[in-house]
């Protein structure tokens, strides 16, 4: 069966340091992924997905960034955060562009 | 573009009470259509789809039925529990599209 992982957790971290979230998936390959952010009280907000190895679309411009260097692996970084970076990080993955989508269990990212 | 509006919540309802939570598409062709469920400070877990016209997607006791012709896919359960207090997510996913398409959301708040 397939599982996906998020860590940390919970992150607290103050203004202008760096971020680095990783999420990886088993039990499939070539899956596409997906990194969310949930502002609190809101919706989901795609931030960037990516089809295969080194491939990343953004959807939002913003001082975030995604990488993916390894098949499974699917990292989100920033170089100097914003208190408006602030919320809940999810990574998703899926096999088909028609399929569902499953969650990992998120990132509470708090910047102070 | 593709888009998906749900009821405004929050819905706050008795223990054994009806639900109902709204859910209305806009999109070309034919999509697959999902509802989502996030419990608090988790991921979200897929709780039904239903890929195809008049296609009735179901699973703990929640039911949703794909209406082409009223392009709707409304969230029912008969009699709801304290642990379906939850957010509910209604989503489409396009053929062609890696994307899924999200509502806001609709909190659901379930009294003993």
């Known amino acids: 069966s397939q599982t996906i992982h998020q860590w940390p957790a919970t992150l607290v971290q103050p203004v202008g340091s760096p971020l680095s979230l990783e999420c990886t998936v088993e039990g499939t390959s070539n899956p596409n992924l997906y990194w969310y952010r949930q502002a609190a009280g809101r919706g989901l907000q795609l931030l960037f997905y990516?089809?295969?190895?080194?491939?990343i679309s953004s959807e939002v411009p913003q001082n975030l960034s995604a990488s993916r260097p390894q098949d499974r692996q699917f990292i989100l970084s920033s170089k100097k955060l914003l208190l408006s970076d602030s919320g809940f990080y999810l990574c998703?993955?899926?096999?088909?562009?028609?399929?569902?989508?499953?969650f990992g269990p998120g990132t509470r990212l708090t910047v102070l | 573009g593709d888009s998906v509006t749900q009821m405004e919540g929050p819905v706050t309802l008795s223990e054994e009470a009806f639900l109902t939570i709204n859910c209305t598409y806009t999109a070309t062709g034919y999509p697959s259509l999902f509802w989502y469920v996030q419990y608090p400070g988790e991921g979200l877990q897929l709780l039904l789809k239903?890929?195809?016209?008049?296609d009735k997607g179901s699973n703990k006791g929640f039911e949703a039925t794909y209406r082409k012709e009223t392009t709707s896919f409304h969230l029912e359960k008969g009699s709801v529990q304290v642990s379906d207090s939850a957010v509910y997510f209604c989503a489409l996913s396009q053929g062609g599209s890696e994307k899924l398409v999200f509502g806001k959301g609709t909190k659901l708040t379930v009294n003993p």
């Open positions: 998703a993955w899926t096999r088909t562009s028609r399929g569902e989508q499953f």
């Open positions: 990516s089809v295969g190895i080194g491939q």
């Open positions: 239903a890929t195809k016209a008049d």
